[in-house]
């Protein structure tokens, strides 16, 4: 029948609009909110014992925040580490990022990637190899308590596989 066809046609049309219409101010309800959380982590002190952090944000991207207090080297390692996370969170994006890292592995990928940042560093100053890796391992191991359950050997592949220059096989070449 023609009229049961107008009919159906009206609706989906209907149906589509209104899909875009809440679409748009599902958009519009989220922006405020992000920007007060970016606000917010842009200015908010950070959580005691923490030297940086990097917020990932969708549609924003990274917000990082280093302790005001930190000076000289320990202020240009939080920079490093917390710029390698902006990084990770410019390429993935704030949902991949956040997915990432939901599991220990992801998690301990993501950190060793931006450990490996501060190890560069490092390595161009001239700190020995074994102790960059021994005070990455350490903090991996201690500051963080989402890898309690990781032996010091697992932390330790685990920076290698991230940081080719602090790999066992960089190091046998040295
Ligand atoms: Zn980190």
Redesign the pocket.
Known sequence: MPGSHLFVTHRLHTVARNRRISARRVVWLLAPGLLALSLAAARAPLPKGLDGMTMCLPFVGPVTRIDSTLSGRARTLAEI?ERA?AAQCEEMGAVRSYAARLTVDGKLR??AD?FCAEAQWDLAIGYPRENVLARIADELETAYGWTAGRSRGEIVAAIGAACPPLSTQARAGD
Do not use: K, R, V
């Open positions: 580490h996370h993501s950190e931006a």
